[in-house]
């Protein structure tokens, strides 16, 4: 297709100097920019697109490289705002090629006329925000400046080419081609030496085919990548008949999922299945040939923990020794150094049987490091290679390139972007910045974007920005800034969410690590498509929360805050508990509410494997009472923890908490043994406490029987077990019964008042409510018996208890009387440790395998009691964060060249 040249639009301005006044300014004429243009369009509002491209296509425009082709299935990875243009064009396969996905913008653009707003040839060279007049003004390389009352950056994630990086580049004489600007002419390979740097994406699309023509070639590598045989052909006939079956459905589902392509979610955990069970989902997801099929549906731990990650990992590079005949090359292509899909995987199409043919050879350059590129060829620390043509398939300045690097945009008070940004990318939603008002950008860091299908996203994104845009101008504003606090807020949230995934555990350009000296961290948001829309959708509900707004003649309007302070998969527990509409529990009744807790027990996640699972009985204040023994798998015999389930004194039992037993147990190595302590109403007060002391005391005499090490025990509690587990302390102390090392009180009942701020500010909303409370506290105590230490330990003498870990959760009615014992008990002398969950409600630690995010706080825990027992801390890859809600920090990339 010729190249478009400079259209027609700017002219006029041209000749008379003036800078060309629109509505909106969009960088860009690639899959967002062309939506944009229509979108804009059909809102009414004038808009010019600028583009350094001589024609349509953005990063289909530049990536020409042989093999070149989408990674998402073509028909996922397509516009769907138009039905009409759904069938008006059909993909000729399962993931197109470049030519093919170019010829499909360019139609689009025909279709809907866009060009005419196209201005190509033409870069933005600086964008300043003016203040007195409330425009950006665009200066360009060609033709007129701009003035548009909104700057909007539809520059892609992966358009700005990374410097190679590599000493000598300079001096070669031979030729040189980037994947990411591969020439428009033929590059003829045939006969020659040729040299690939770089095994990305890009690099493992091209290796196969420059393989089949070159004379020589030679791939420096320095990470193995994953990938994954795409098995290209036609669109595969199940996902058509999916697609064609209810269309509407089926974009619709795409528009609420996590990655943009409707798949079912994943329940089945990898330890619930044989290994002929994975061994079989692994191999359908070998054969589909599809990165979202194999990331998302193999088991429900694959992309959140590491063992989970582990067994999909060790199943690929099975596949590559499989493939690759010789077993050194085969080594050096399996990926041992980041957990499956934390780095960007690959599809290929015969990727590592290329290194079977007698004319590719790998040099694995974490052992040998380029030394320089000569005028002749590449000089390793061990070798040299004569080479004819050297092709950098070396990446990008992802995410934030496109956006900052490209030309300096300044804003409020003549602030750069540059400097903003200097640690980090800063961003509302991944699609506005605060200082920079009315620009926006599309798909930038903090969006779903590369973590998506683009196309999806692109579209959520625009048709948000543009709906604003229109309400903007019906309600008389002309300014939209996102706020500081707004903005801060959005920061926490995406490292929520990246605590949530393994992408933080891999250097990567979705962290920034590829590029020297670029602030580390995640930058796509990580929490899914659907979160991130419904997010959106309640920023614009709640009066543009987080925005300030202005204009002639209306007041200012600024809601202010943030809009998710949850913990991400406290927000997606809660908002589907929310949907079932359940009754209040205190409305079943004692019986009722125990069945409820039944039924909602069996649908959860079943708790990890532990060494042994044995239930007995034990004696308790009044007679026997049953327990269950979690052992470790280790060799014992190990430290105890008494532990007492949560309920109000009403609900649960010795099983109740199995899979937070089990995880404790699992991180602590140590035994727990759980309590079926006797319930209200049937026995109420004091038998919950009396039954926790004496059966204290039984497992503490018991010690050497259980198996269990002679000596203290501890204890622990979640919520009602807290209250049972700290009034046992006390009673222990005053009683001289058993010896207690240590008490773990996780969001324990410490007080009978419900005057304490997070008893209203948590009232209603996060499933423990405020009346559920009364309730349980009716069942179990007459006001008069309510201030007794053995229910209200806050009330107790706290002077010489064990040492204490005290948890207490954000969004917990409980939050604030968990504070005070922890204040009260160091006040008093005993040693306390404190640990406070941000964004998590009463259950979220001890939802196993739901709250992920609680993980780090089960970890600390988990070492708390090791502490208390004397034991050296446990420290697991990628559970290392000192609270709920840190990401581990970032680790050193290897200089493999340069
Ligand atoms: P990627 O995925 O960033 O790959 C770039 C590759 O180049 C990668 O293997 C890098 O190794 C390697 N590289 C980069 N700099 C050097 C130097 N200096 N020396 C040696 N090797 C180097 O970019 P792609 O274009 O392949 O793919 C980008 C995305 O486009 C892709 O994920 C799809 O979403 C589409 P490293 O891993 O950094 O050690």
Redesign the pocket.
């Known amino acids: 297709m010729p190249d478009v040249t400079v259209a027609g639009s700017a002219s006029e301005a041209t000749r008379n100097g003036q800078p060309q006044q629109v509505d909106v300014a969009v960088v860009g004429a690639g899959f967002a920019g062309l939506y944009l243009l229509h979108r804009l369009r059909k809102a009414g509002l004038t808009a010019v697109a600028l583009e350094e491209a001589g024609d349509v296509g953005g990063?289909w425009y530049w990536?020409r490289y042989p093999g070149a082709r989408c990674?998402i299935q073509t028909i996922d990875y397509s516009y769907t705002f138009d039905p009409e243009l759904e069938s008006a064009w059909k993909w000729s396969e399962k993931y197109a090629t470049q030519p093919e996905i170019l010829r499909y913008l360019g139609f689009v653009a025909d279709r809907y006329e866009l060009r005419r707003d196209i201005r190509f040839g033409t870069k933005v060279t600086a964008a300043n925000w003016d203040e007195a007049t409330e425009r950006w003004q665009l200066a360009t390389d060609n033709g007129a400046a701009v003035a548009c009352r909104y700057y909007i950056m539809a520059t892609g994630c992966?358009s700005a080419p990374?410097p190679?990086?590599?000493d000598g580049v300079k001096d070669f004489k031979g030729e040189v081609y980037f994947?990411?600007r591969w020439p428009h002419e033929e590059v003829k390979l045939a006969g020659k030496r040729v040299a690939v740097?770089?095994?990305?994406?890009?690099?493992?699309?091209a290796i196969p085919l420059i393989a089949e023509q070159a004379a020589q070639l030679t791939v420096?590598?320095?990470?193995p990548?994953f990938a994954l045989p795409a098995h290209n052909g036609p669109p595969p006939a199940d996902r058509m008949a999916l697609l064609e079956g209810d269309r509407a459905t089926y974009r619709e589902q795409a528009r609420w999922s996590l990655a943009g392509v409707p798949w079912p979610q994943q329940t089945a955990v990898s330890w619930q299945l044989s290994d002929a069970e994975r061994r079989e989902r692994f191999e359908r997801a070998w054969a589909a040939g599809d990165l979202v099929h194999i990331l998302t549906q193999l088991w429900a731990d694959q992309g959140v923990d590491v063992d989970g990650n582990a067994l999909v990992a060790e199943l690929l590079r099975e596949k590559i020794r499989a493939t690759v005949m010789d077993p050194e090359t085969a080594a050096a292509l399996s990926p041992h150094d980041h957990p499956f899909g934390a780095?960007?995987p690959?599809l290929d199409t015969n990727y590592y049987a290329t290194y079977n043919r007698p004319n590719v050879t790998l040099v694995n350059?974490r052992q040998e490091p380029?030394k320089e590129i000569t005028a002749s060829g590449i000089t390793t620390d061990k070798r040299t290679f004569d080479i004819d043509v050297i092709v950098?398939?070396?990446?990008?300045d992802?995410m934030t390139g496109a956006i900052m690097a490209v030309h300096p945009i300044t804003g409020r008070g003549g602030r750069s972007l540059s400097d903003v940004w200097a640690n980090g990318p800063q961003t509302y939603l991944g699609l506005t910045v605060a200082g920079f008002p009315n620009l926006f950008m599309i798909t930038g860091p903090g969006s779903p974007s590369?973590l998506s299908n683009m196309a999806v996203s692109i579209e959520q994104h625009i048709d948000w920005v543009a709906d604003r845009l229109i309400a903007m101008r019906e309600a008389g504003f002309t300014t939209v800034e996102a706020t500081e606090t707004a903005q801060a807020g959005w920061a926490r949230h995406m490292a929520d969410c990246a605590t949530l995934t393994l992408h933080r555990l891999a250097?990567?350009?979705y962290t920034g690590?590829?590029v020297p000296g670029k602030a580390w961290g995640v930058m796509p948001y990580t929490g899914g498509v659907g979160p991130y829309r419904s997010i959106c959708n309640e920023v614009a509900s709640r009066g543009m929360l987080g925005f300030r707004l202005t204009g002639p003649g209306v007041a200012e309007q600024c809601n202010d805050g943030e809009v998710v302070r949850l913990q991400p998969d406290v927000r997606l527990v809660l908002g589907m508990l929310e949907q079932m509409n359940l009754p209040p529990i205190e409305s079943l009744g004692a019986e009722g509410a125990r069945d409820f807790v039944n039924q909602f027990n069996k649908a959860r996640p079943p708790g990890r494997p532990v060494g042994e699972v044995i239930d007995g009985t034990l004696q308790g204040a009044e007679g026997p009472l049953p327990y269950r023994l979690y052992r470790p798998a280790t060799p014992g015999p190990h430290p105890i923890v008494v532990y007492f389930h949560g309920g109000g004194w009403v609900l649960g039992d010795e099983q109740s908490d199995d899979p937070f037993c089990r995880d404790m147990c699992r991180r602590s190595g140590m035994i727990f043994v759980s309590v079926g302590y006797r319930h209200a109403p049937e026995h109420r007060f004091p038998a919950a406490a009396e039954d926790g002391y004496a059966a204290t005391c039984w497992i503490a005499e018991h010690a050497a029987e259980l198996g269990g090490k002679a000596g203290p025990v501890m204890v622990a509690g979640w919520s009602a077990g807290g209250n049972i587990a700290a009034v046992t302390c006390q009673l222990a102390r005053d009683r001289g019964g058993a010896q207690i090392s240590g008490q773990l009180l996780v969001c324990p009942v410490t007080d009978c008042t419900f005057d304490r701020p997070s008893y209203n500010e948590n009232a209603t909303g996060y499933f423990l409510t405020r009346s559920l409370m009364d309730w349980f506290w009716d069942s179990y105590c007459s006001p008069a018996e309510r201030t007794d230490p053995r229910v209200s330990p806050l009330r107790g003498k706290l002077e010489n208890l064990p040492q204490a870990v005290v948890v207490t959760c954000e969004f917990d009615p409980l939050r604030d009387e968990g504070v005070a014992y922890a204040e009260a008990l160091a006040a008093a002398g005993v040693p306390v440790e404190q640990l406070k969950a941000r964004g998590h409600f009463h259950s979220s630690l001890t939802m196993v395998d739901v709250v992920i995010t609680g993980v780090s706080g089960r970890a600390q825990m988990a070492n708390a009691l090791r502490r208390f027992a004397g034991l050296p801390l446990e420290r697991r890859q990628g559970e290392e964060g000192a609270a709920p809600g840190l990401t581990a920090p970032p680790r050193e990339?290897?200089a493999?060249?340069?």
Not at 220 to 223: H, P
Not at 392 to 396: E, H, K, P
């Open positions: 990063t990536n990674d992966l990374k190679p990086e590599i994947t990411g740097i770089g095994t990305g994406s890009s690099g493992i699309q420096f590598q320095r990470t990548n780095k960007r690959c350059l380029i950098f398939a070396t990446g990008f992802a590369v250097n990567t350009w690590a590829n990339i290897d493999a060249a340069g």
